[in-house]
Each structure stands twice: as structure tokens, then as C-alpha cells.
């Protein structure tokens, strides 16, 4: 972390109705600016998925990863669907967002360095909007 006062400065893109909706959120969850707001999500992110890193490699964990993805995107949904044929998945749920956006549900039980593994495919996939995960439950390999 930087020192106390010390601040820098970072930017990412993103397309207007998403920069309007952190606008709007800023001021419904009262924070001061879209900064503390990003701050706040993003050490919630790194909380998260630092839960995943201390799991064991060989443990067998059962996950739900929700991916949005642009269903016109023929590149994506096939980079998507073979990144879903290397792993243990137990169930998929597909669901039509928008008239261009998909949601996917996986569940996947798998042993932890395989979902870990998946994560980073998945965010490899240019197409893809969206990824977030949930750890439903650890058994021991």
C-alpha cells in the first residue's frame, strides 16, 4: 500500500452506460467519487479471489462462475466453450441478458488448481464482459 497522503493516479475504459452506472452508484452507496467507490471493489476482488489462493492445489473445491459474454461474438463463444471442455463441469445454466448479452452459469467441481487455471483462461477471452465467482464448498482429494 502507498503511504499515508500518497496518492496515483490510474485509468481503465469502459463503455458509457457502464461509466454512467458507476455515477449513479457513487451517489446511491454515498461515497465522496467514483475513486473510493473502485478502491472499495476492487480490494473486495482481491479478497476474494485471494480466498481461492490459499486452497490447496489437489482440494477439491465446488465453484459457480457467472460469465456475460456478447452472444454475437463467434470467436468468444468458441474460445468460451473450449476453455469449459477442459474441467470437471457439473452443471451450465444459459441465459439471455440483453438481445446481444448472454449470461453463463457455471458449476464446476474440480480440484483447486484447475478452477484457478479456468479463471485465468477465461480472462484471456477478449470477448468476455463479465466473470465473477463464488466458492460453494471445499472437500478434501
Given at each position: ?8 493516479t ?36 482481491f ?28 470467436n ?66
Open positions: 500500500m502507498a503511504s499515508k497522503g500518497l496518492r496515483e490510474i485509468t481503465f475504459s469502459c463503455d458509457p452506460k457502464f461509466k454512467k452506472l458507476i455515477t449513479t452508484k457513487v451517489k446511491e452507496f454515498g461515497y465522496q467519487n467514483k475513486s473510493q467507490m473502485i478502491r472499495d471493489a476492487l480490494q473486495n476482488f479478497e476474494s479471489e485471494k480466498g481461492l489462493e490459499n486452497i490447496e492445489d489437489s482440494m477439491k473445491i465446488t465453484v459457480i462462475i457467472s460469465v456475460v459474454y456478447d452472444h454475437h461474438d463467434l468468444t463463444i468458441s474460445q468460451f466453450i473450449e476453455a469449459q471442455h477442459d474441467l470437471n463441469l457439473s452443471y451450465s445454466y444459459h441465459h439471455h441478458m440483453q438481445p446481444d448479452e448472454c449470461l453463463e452459469n457455471l458449476i464446476v467441481k474440480d480440484e483447486a488448481k484447475n478452477i484457478r487455471f479456468l479463471l485465468k483462461k477465461l480472462r484471456t477471452i477478449q470477448g468476455i464482459k463479465y466473470i465473477s465467482l463464488q466458492l460453494v464448498s471445499r472437500t478434501q482429494a
